[in-house]
T-cell receptor
Framework: QKEVEQNSGPLSVPEGAIASLNCTYS??????FFWYRQYSGKSPELIMF????GDKEDGRFTAQLNKASQYVSLLIRDSQPSDSATYLC?????????FGQGTELSVKP | EAQVTQNPRYLITVTGKKLTVTCSQN?????MSWYRQDPGLGLRQIYY???????DKGDVPEGYKVSRKEKRNFPLILESPSPNQTSLYFC??????????FGPGTRLTVT
């Protein structure tokens, strides 16, 4: 069974800090990874995707992929209360997205 | 505006009463899928469709049916709902870069 694992949290950080969200995956065949943000009661929305080893930056968000360690992370710099949400990691394998359980992030003013 | 619509948004029903949740997209995407989301279990794929008249089972297909008679629509059918199908359901479409676009969700309660 291919798996994507996340710590469910909640992860609590103060406003302005860096939030670090982590994800591990079991299938070495997974090539691309996606980070989604989901506010309570709403549908997931895509933040970033990454398919190459290393870092990918987009504004306050940085995705990191380490294929050797089967590890994906999302860093949120200068965290804001509006970043409080559940963050879903997903891996693409064989044309299918496998989602982790999600990590709940709370940014305290 | 590109969008995925689902109806109904909220539904309370009783065990065994057939129901259909509709999903429609205006992005001309070939790939559509249905997920259910439960606390602690994340998003799990129920069924997906690569194109018209092409459907396949996801991870949790038991108790569900789908059809894809036209590109824009992908209804989810529960022939005989049971309480363990109480969940939040999302329809999604996928473009060629595998970015998923989710509908607003349907919260189903089966008593």
């Amino acid at each position: 069974q291919k798996e994507v694992e996340q710590n469910s949290g909640p992860l609590s950080v103060p406003e302005g800090a860096i939030a670090s969200l982590n994800c591990t995956y079991s299938d070495r065949g997974s090539q691309s990874f996606f980070w989604y943000r989901q506010y309570s009661g709403k549908s997931p929305e895509l933040i970033m995707f990454i398919y190459s080893n290393g870092d990918k930056e987009d504004g306050r968000f940085t995705a990191q992929l380490n294929k050797a360690s089967q590890y994906v992370s999302l860093l949120i710099r200068d965290s804001q209360p509006s970043d409080s949400a559940t963050y879903l990691c997903a891996g693409l394998e064989g044309g299918k997205l496998i989602f982790g359980q999600g990590t709940e992030l709370s940014v305290k003013p | 505006e590109a969008q995925v619509t689902q109806n109904p948004r909220y539904l309370i029903t009783v065990t065994g009463k057939k129901l259909t949740v509709t999903c429609s997209q205006n992005m001309n995407h070939e790939y559509m899928s249905w997920y259910r989301q439960d606390p602690g279990l994340g998003l799990r794929q129920i069924y997906y469709s690569m194109n018209v008249e092409v459907t396949d089972k996801g991870d949790v297909p038991e108790g569900y049916k789908v059809s894809r008679k036209e590109k824009r629509n992908f209804p989810l059918i529960l022939e005989s709902p049971s309480p363990n199908q109480t969940s939040l359901y999302f329809c999604a479409t996928c473009d060629s870069s595998y970015e998923q676009y989710f509908g607003p969700g349907t919260r189903l309660t089966v008593t």
